[in-house]
């Protein structure tokens, strides 16, 4: 008879995080190149990585009764392209597998493959198979494909102290979309940020031919989050300047007309703006800006990478430490 090491620890009081570590620890080490704890695992093919990422999303967590079928096929596409945009790769395909209450009309099967394919096909790939199976509750897993030259990939360990901090595009665009979904404002383009996702593919491409990013995650769950995650993975701490946070004009135009929105939350913790985190040498900073921008991209740095294992962040003359307040599933 099996004794479990954990006879009292619940998942909600683990969290997703070390819920990961766990499986990590007793899962068998293949070859692979870049395992748990990335975007993406890597697969070494001469002097390429294929890179392969899996997402999935369900009814209760991921899918407010608002989201049409098509946006649902838009977003579990988008997501995993995000993975694939964080290690600078070019998308070869996805696979999907769908749980579906047998009680869905065809309909919604029909207009949920729509928005998928057009994801897909906007980012230049496709989806090339998977599974169907009846499921109580919808839930779906995307798995995609991509690959990128191995002195291109951009890992998420590799952060020294010294280098920028910088992040893709604008904050807090995402977190307004909820808000709206949440007071029953529902304008359609605020709502569409959270729904209809843009992976960041054409600037993680830009990003990993420069070769000067040291470091690179997509903000999935937050930024506050997913500075912590890269601070313990790299063993370092982060300064961050409050004031250099792009944070998206939908939100700030919303705060204008609803006094009770916390924009701090939505910019520094909500998430789901699936924009990238990373970390770059300083003197490559300048140059590298100058080449997303010349493509219609985005580059801000936000602070820089410290020795002290703190994450601090500045907010004009007060110093203070970034809570971690960032999604994390089963807490």
Known sequence: MKISLHPIVKLSDFGERKAIKLISKVLTKGT???????????????????????????????????????QIGW??????????????????????????????????????????DKCATTYKTSIIGGDTKENPALTICGTAFGLVKKNNFMSRKGSKPGDIVAVTGRLG?????????????????????????????????????????????????????????????????????????????????????????????????????????????????KETKKKILRDGGNLTEIGFVTKDKKIQINDNSKKKTLQNRGYEHFK
């Open 32 to 70: 692979v190149a870049v395992g748990i704890g990335d975007d993406c695992a890597a697969l070494e093919i001469d002097d390429d990585y294929l890179l392969i990422s899996t997402d999935m999303i369900a009814e209760n967590t991921h899918i407010p009764k608002i989201m049409t079928p098509w």
């Open 173 to 285: 665009g995402a977190g307004a979309g909820q808000f709206s979904i949440q007071n029953n404002i529902n304008d359609k383009k605020t709502v569409k940020i959270l729904l209809e996702p843009t992976p960041k593919i054409i600037e993680g491409q830009l990003l990993s031919r420069c070769k000067a990013v040291t470091s690179c995650m997509d903000i999935s769950d937050g930024l506050s989050s997913s500075l912590y995650q890269l601070a313990d993975l790299n063993n370092v701490g982060f300064k961050i300047l409050k004031e250099k946070i792009p944070v998206s004009p939908v939100l700030l135009k919303l705060a204008e007309k609803h006094k009770n929105i916390d924009v701090d939350y939505y910019s520094l913790h909500f998430g789901g703006d699936y924009e990238l985190l990373l970390t770059i040498l300083p003197e490559r900073f």
């Open 75 to 116: 977003f579990i596409v988008a997501i995993n392209l995000s993975d694939i945009a964080a290690k600078g790769g070019k998308p070869l395909g996805l696979v999907l597998s769908l749980g579906l209450p047998k009680n869905k009309n065809v309909d919604f099967l029909e207009e949920l493959t729509r928005g998928a």
